[in-house]
C-alpha cells in the first residue's frame, strides 16, 4: 500500500512538473509566436487572399473599381508574363554561378580560420564578418559608386549590360560570405580534435584532414546555408533595385521581386503583385526542397 501511495505521488509529482515546463515553454514562445503570426502568417494570408480577386472597371472606366473573385486568373497571368519568366531565368543563371562560389569562398576562409597554424582568429572573424554588418542598401551605394565609370578605380564599365549581373553578384558574394563562413566555422569547432589530431599522428596532411573529416562533418551546414542562399537569391531586390538608379542596363522590372513591387505600386494592380510574390515564394520552396533531395542523393552516393 505504502509503495502504490509512492508510486501515485510520484507520477503526479511528474504530471505537475510536466504542466509547469510547458506553461514556462509557452509564455517563453509567446513573444516569438505573436511576431511570428503578426509579421510573417497574416501577411501571407493577406497576399494569397489579394491575389484571389481583381478590379473590375465598367463603362468608360471612371466609375469606382468593383473588387470581383478571379480565381487563379492572376496567376495564370504571372506565368503569361514575359517580364516575369526573363527575371526567374535571369536569378537562375545568377544562382547557379555565384551561390558556389560564395559558399566555396565562406568554406576556405572558415577552414583556414579553424587551422591549427591560424593566428588572429578573432580579429580575422570579425573582418571576415564586417560586411555582412553593413545594411544590404548602403553596401550597394557604395558599390554604385565604385561601378560608375566615370569615377571608378577599376577603370572598366562594370555597369556594361553584358556584366552588371555579376557586378551584382559581386555584391551579393561580398556581402553574405562572411555570414555564412561563420555559421561553416561554428560547425567547424564542434568537431571533436581528438579526430583531426589523430589523422595528423597517422600522418594525414592538412587538406586531407579537410577533405576527408572537416568538410564531411560540416555537410549539414554547408546544406543549411545553401537553402539560404537559394532563398535569398529568387529574393533579390535591394542590390538591383539601387543600381537601376545609377544604370540604364538595370531596369525596375529586373528581377520578379522588384516587377511585383512596380505592378503593385506603378500600376495599382495589388492582386497580380500579390499572386507574382506568392509564385516566387512557391518557386524558392521547391527549388529548396530539390537541392534538400540532391543533397540526400549525393551522400547517399557518397559524393558529400
Not at 505521488?9 to 509564455?27: E, K, S
Request: with cysteine.
Amino acid at each position: 500500500m505504502a509503495v502504490q501511495q509512492h508510486e501515485t505521488a510520484r507520477r503526479g509529482g511528474r504530471a505537475v512538473i510536466g504542466r509547469v515546463t510547458n506553461r514556462a515553454a509557452l509564455i517563453f514562445l509567446l513573444p516569438f509566436g505573436t511576431l511570428f503570426v503578426v509579421f510573417f502568417v497574416l501577411p501571407i494570408g493577406y497576399a494569397v487572399n489579394e491575389s484571389l480577386y481583381k478590379l473590375k472597371r465598367s463603362g468608360l472606366g471612371f466609375g469606382t473599381p468593383e473588387r470581383v473573385f478571379s480565381g487563379l486568373a492572376n496567376y495564370a497571368a504571372v506565368f503569361r508574363d514575359d517580364t516575369f519568366l526573363t527575371g526567374v531565368r535571369r536569378l537562375l543563371l545568377f544562382g547557379i554561378v555565384q551561390v558556389p562560389i560564395m559558399l566555396g569562398l565562406a568554406l576556405v576562409l572558415a577552414l583556414l580560420l579553424d587551422g591549427h597554424a591560424a593566428r588572429f582568429t578573432r580579429f580575422f572573424r570579425l573582418v571576415y564578418f564586417l560586411p555582412y554588418a553593413v545594411p544590404g542598401v548602403i553596401a550597394a551605394i557604395v558599390w554604385s559608386f565604385l561601378y560608375t565609370p566615370e569615377i571608378s578605380p577599376f577603370g572598366l564599365d562594370l555597369l556594361d549590360g553584358g556584366v552588371v549581373l555579376w557586378s551584382i553578384g559581386n555584391i551579393v558574394t561580398w556581402t553574405w560570405t562572411g555570414f555564412n563562413m561563420l555559421v561553416i566555422y561554428s560547425a567547424l569547432r564542434a568537431i571533436p580534435r581528438e579526430l583531426c589530431e589523430a589523422a595528423a599522428m597517422d600522418g594525414a596532411s592538412a587538406w586531407r584532414i579537410a577533405w576527408s573529416i572537416k568538410i564531411p562533418m560540416v555537410r549539414p551546414s554547408l546544406i543549411l546555408t545553401g537553402v539560404f542562399s537559394i532563398i535569398g537569391t529568387l529574393q533579390l531586390f535591394n542590390e538591383p533595385t539601387v543600381l537601376s538608379g545609377v544604370t540604364t542596363t538595370v531596369s525596375k522590372s529586373y528581377t520578379p521581386l522588384m516587377w511585383s513591387l512596380q505592378v503593385a505600386l506603378d500600376n495599382n494592380d495589388y492582386a497580380l503583385g500579390s499572386a507574382i510574390a506568392i509564385v516566387l515564394a512557391l518557386l524558392a520552396g521547391a527549388l529548396s526542397f530539390l537541392f534538400l533531395r540532391l543533397s540526400a542523393w549525393l551522400t547517399r552516393r557518397g559524393v558529400m
